[in-house]
């Protein structure tokens, strides 16, 4: 059995996979990192072992996907804005020890993407997946290879310039950048502030309303200036949109976008803009698919 964990900053979400890759079992629990690390590790080992259990199987390796930062070669999570309690420790250490089994830390948007590129007929040479939620998180393969940078440092594009006007200055330093203007919690925080209603209500009126019409223009601008650049850059033949709301940038933004990215970018090569398939469940298969691919 292979199995692959998701650390979100609030649940975390495990799959197990047989010898054909073939899901055998998911759960889902609180991730409570405040608690420390050691509590995570005793949470997350008889979580698995409930599930082997009840499978009758025996674990051959796990696959975690963690939002960053992390360092995958050393198993340590530095995030203390969504995992307060986890920085400074080896999770992979940690777990290896508890389990006995080989495990591996990837950046959870990877994961995700690899759970997306599993499920296709016919995988694509160059792709990116964006996840919007808590944040922006990225994921670029390349030639069917995950892309890092030097040092293995994975490439973070939620800070991005975009060209909106933004009212509220992100940590990062600037007003207008992809995260600021597009994540999950940003939407909802401008949502409030300018109109004290919820984005689905706003988003909702498009054409009826003229304020409203431009704060969903503004949202469509953001992500046509991020897909532009990543798209002139990489080349990707798809980009993939997942995350916490997925649903909302599918309905409200992204046909606006599929019909901007006909008409520009034909000297690049043609993107398409796609919804993520696997929803919350690609971080986990993909995690599985990385214990998998592993240890053959
Ligand atoms: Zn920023």
Redesign the pocket.
């Known amino acids: 059995m292979y199995a692959g964990l998701d650390i979100g900053g609030t649940s975390m979400k495990c799959m197990l996979l047989d010898a054909e890759k073939h899901p055998i079992d998911t759960a889902s629990f609180p991730t409570c990192s405040i608690d420390g690390m050691e509590r995570a590790v005793d949470t997350i080992s008889e979580e698995i072992g409930t599930m082997l259990k009840n499978s009758g199987g025996v674990l051959c390796s796990l696959g975690i996907g963690c939002s960053g930062p992390l360092n995958i070669k050393t198993g340590v999570i530095e995030n203390p804005y969504t995992l307060p309690g986890f920085e400074g420790h080896s999770l992979t250490m940690a777990l290896r020890e508890r389990l006995q089994v080989p495990v591996l830390l990837e950046n959870d948007a990877n994961t995700a993407h690899l759970g997306e590129i599993e499920s296709m007929d016919t995988p694509p040479g160059n792709s990116i997946m964006l996840t919007f939620g808590t944040g922006v998180g990225c994921s670029i393969r390349l030639d069917g290879k995950i892309f890092r940078l030097p040092g293995g440092v994975h490439p973070e594009i939620g ?1 991005i310039p975009v060209g909106v006007d933004a009212d509220i200055l ?1 940590y ?1 330093g ?1 007003t207008a ?1 992809l ?2 203007v597009l994540s999950g919690t940003a939407i909802n925080r401008d949502a409030q502030l300018r109109f004290a209603s919820s984005p689905e209500e706003i988003l909702q009126a498009q054409g009826s309303d003229k304020e409203k019409e431009k704060f969903r223009k503004r949202l469509v601008k953001a992500l046509t200036d991020a897909v532009l650049s990543l798209s002139i850059i990489f080349h990707p033949q798809i980009i993939i949109i997942g995350g916490g709301i997925e649903d909302l940038l599918v309905e409200y933004i992204i046909p606006d976008l599929s019909c901007l990215l006909e008409r520009l970018l034909s000297t690049y090569g043609k993107t398409r803009l796609i919804p993520a398939r696997k929803g919350s469940l690609a971080g986990c298969y993909g995690a599985a698919l990385m214990a998998y691919t592993e240890e053959r």
Do not use: F, G, L
């Open positions: 800070h992100c990062c600037k950048c995260e600021n």
